[in-house]
């Protein structure tokens, strides 16, 4: 095996492999801006839609650099790792269910349509609006940097209340598709925790999306036995959201254990940076929407967890990380 010192290429899963999907709504972000306003041309919220993907990628946290070429392979486990984690700490959208582009997208939309706000964000615009973390934190942005709703208050407090209102009905909506179990784990997520849960380890799930949607798709999808033994730690439980590491500081002090020897799974730059910023290792499992973003300081890259015979890691290559350093 490597020493402690050399650097090895992330292990890539080349099966059960995601792509970015190039769908899209039937109404464009133009076309919605412009039946919100009634007074602005096309081409004119165009101009709005360019300048608010243009801000998100000038803050830093949207940039898709390029992609730093990957030995390919098979899975990779280390079943004679004796190092175990302290703690296995998991993203849920995109981590536990790939849900951004046809589970979240969809009841924001739905929301809009309810309180005939006439927005509608298509698949590439919501890929732009995840670099900003939390539902209402991504509402908010996205009216400053374009327009606010005709119907939407003009004090800022009541703006506050006027998002949390959406977020609320968005949350009841996403909850229904969870429960109706709409939208499947990704392989290999049970096939980890159980493993996690069965040698000791403890389990937590830590997100920007609301505490409700959070343990509904862990209770409907995962079990209650196996829910009961999962914390949770969501939605405004910290006051900065990722990228900012205080979810994960969090999750470490209440669980009690060591920041170094948590591992960290992750779909995105920003849940990256959070994990990093954080003292954690960190493993990327790609989803549809990040499969194209900078990934160069995450301990490990693959495609997905996945399931034998298409594992790409366990429990015990987990626990190679913290002996080794892997980097892209």
Request: hydrophobic letters at 35%.
């Amino acid at each position: 095996m490597a020493s402690a010192t050399s650097t090895v290429v992330s292990p890539y899963c080349l099966s059960s492999s995601t792509t970015r999907s190039g769908s899209s709504c039937s109404v464009s972000p133009a076309s919605a801006f412009a039946s919100l306003t009634n007074k602005k041309s096309v081409s004119h919220l165009r101009f709005h839609e360019r300048s608010f993907t243009s801000s998100l990628r000038g803050r830093g946290i949207g940039a898709r650099s390029r992609t730093i070429p990957l030995r390919e392979r098979k899975g990779v486990t280390c079943s004679a790792s004796s190092t175990l984690p302290s703690a296995l700490l998991f993203d849920c959208d995109g981590v536990l269910v790939d849900t951004e582009k046809d589970g979240h997208r969809v009841s924001f939309n739905d929301t809009f349509a309810e309180r005939e706000l006439g927005v509608v964000w298509d698949v590439d615009l919501y890929g732009e609006l995840l670099k900003i973390g939390g539902g209402k934190e991504r509402m908010t942005a996205y009216f400053n940097r374009t327009v606010w709703p005709e119907k939407a208050p003009k004090s800022e407090g009541e703006r506050k209340e006027f998002i949390a209102s959406l977020h609320k009905r968005k949350t009841e909506l996403f909850m229904a598709l969870i429960e109706k179990k709409l939208l499947p784990l990704r392989p290999g997520v049970a096939k980890l925790i159980d493993q996690a849960l069965t040698n000791g380890v403890k389990v937590a799930v830590c997100s920007t999306s609301n505490e409700k949607a959070v343990s509904a798709i862990v209770s409907c999808l995962l079990g209650p036995d196996r829910a009961e033994k999962i914390d949770i730690f969501a939605g405004d439980v910290v006051p900065r959201k990722k990228p900012d590491p205080a979810i994960y500081q969090l999750a470490a002090t209440t669980l009690g254990v060591e920041p170094s020897s948590c591992i960290v799974v992750e779909d995105s730059a920003i849940g990256l940076a959070a994990a990093k910023g954080a003292g954690m290792k960190c493993i990327i499992t790609k989803s549809g929407y990040t499969a194209d973003e900078d990934f160069l300081n995450a301990d490990a890259v693959f495609n997905c967890i996945g399931d034998p015979p298409e594992e790409c890691f366990d429990l015990a290559f987990c626990g190679s990380l913290l002996e080794k350093q892997y980097v892209s």
